[in-house]
């Protein structure tokens, strides 16, 4: 049985809630992502009830003392400056451009975070070996053409494979493909 978990999103921002509210829902897609541009709408709902907080740096430092007792918890949305300042807690890095981000939540997911399960989707059909092979070298960045070569087959068929991937997984995008075999043990996350 699958458990919806509900996380919060914290930060006055109302563009980076929208784009990581967006980028979760790839990742996560059967969580409940809740978005508040302030603490005090964040107080009102029932905040023991999230399973994760992505929060800003300076809703973070301001009511740190909510955030340090639920560390485990907390995700802050920093930027390189703001590193330093925020040491003692998980940090991602939001200003890098949208493949780093994607690789910093896998490795702050797969080397950091206590609940390993959180982001792992049950595909409704299993992917065959060959489209785990497909998918593998579609993550490391290799063309169509490529993974011809490398799995000696047609470039039409790594097109068919790509398609029935993205069918049985329901998931569009490299980033998505990215984390999804991250989060499944297909590949390493150093090893992108």
Same mark, same amino acid.
Do not use: W
């Given at each position: 049985m699958?458990?919806? *978990?509900?996380?919060?999103?914290?930060?006055?921002?109302?563009? =980076?809630?929208? $784009?990581?509210k967006?980028?979760l829902?790839?990742?996560?897609?059967h969580?409940? #992502?809740?978005?508040? *541009?302030? %603490? $005090?709408?964040?107080?009102?709902?029932?905040?023991?009830?999230?399973?994760?907080? %992505?929060?800003?740096?300076?809703?973070?430092?301001? /009511?740190?003392? %909510? %955030?340090? =007792?639920?560390?485990?918890?907390? #995700?802050?949305?920093?930027?390189?400056?703001?590193?330093?300042? +925020?040491?003692?807690?998980?940090? +991602?890095?939001?200003?890098?451009?949208?493949?780093?981000?994607?690789?910093? #939540?896998?490795?702050? *997911?797969?080397? $950091?975070?206590p609940?390993? /399960?959180? /982001?792992?989707?049950?595909?409704?059909?299993?992917?065959?070996?060959?489209?785990?092979?497909?998918?593998?070298?579609?993550?490391?960045?290799?063309?169509?053409?490529?993974?011809?070569?490398?799995?000696?087959?047609?470039?039409?068929?790594?097109?068919?494979?790509?398609?029935?991937?993205?069918?049985?997984?329901g998931?569009?995008?490299?980033?998505?493909?990215?984390?999804?075999?991250?989060?499944?043990?297909?590949?390493?996350?150093?090893?992108?």
């Amino acid at each position: 049985m699958r458990t919806n *978990h509900e996380i919060a999103i914290i930060d006055p921002n109302t563009l =980076s809630c929208i $784009g990581l509210k967006s980028i979760l829902e790839n990742i996560i897609p059967h969580a409940t #992502i809740r978005t508040f *541009h302030s %603490f $005090g709408d964040f107080i009102d709902d029932t905040p023991d009830m999230y399973f994760h907080y %992505f929060v800003s740096a300076s809703i973070y430092l301001a /009511h740190n003392f %909510f %955030f340090n =007792s639920r560390n485990e918890k907390t #995700i802050v949305l920093g930027n390189d400056n703001q590193q330093v300042l +925020l040491s003692t807690a998980q940090t +991602l890095v939001v200003n890098q451009p949208e493949e780093k981000l994607v690789k910093d #939540i896998l490795k702050l *997911h797969h080397h $950091g975070h206590p609940h390993k /399960h959180l /982001h792992k989707k049950v595909p409704e059909t299993e992917l065959t070996p060959r489209e785990i092979e497909v998918l593998i070298l579609m993550v490391k960045g290799n063309i169509n053409k490529e993974i011809a070569d490398k799995l000696n087959i047609s470039p039409t068929t790594v097109i068919t494979h790509r398609k029935n991937i993205t069918d049985k997984l329901g998931i569009k995008s490299v980033s998505a493909l990215t984390i999804y075999a991250v989060m499944n043990g297909y590949i390493e996350p150093n090893r992108i």
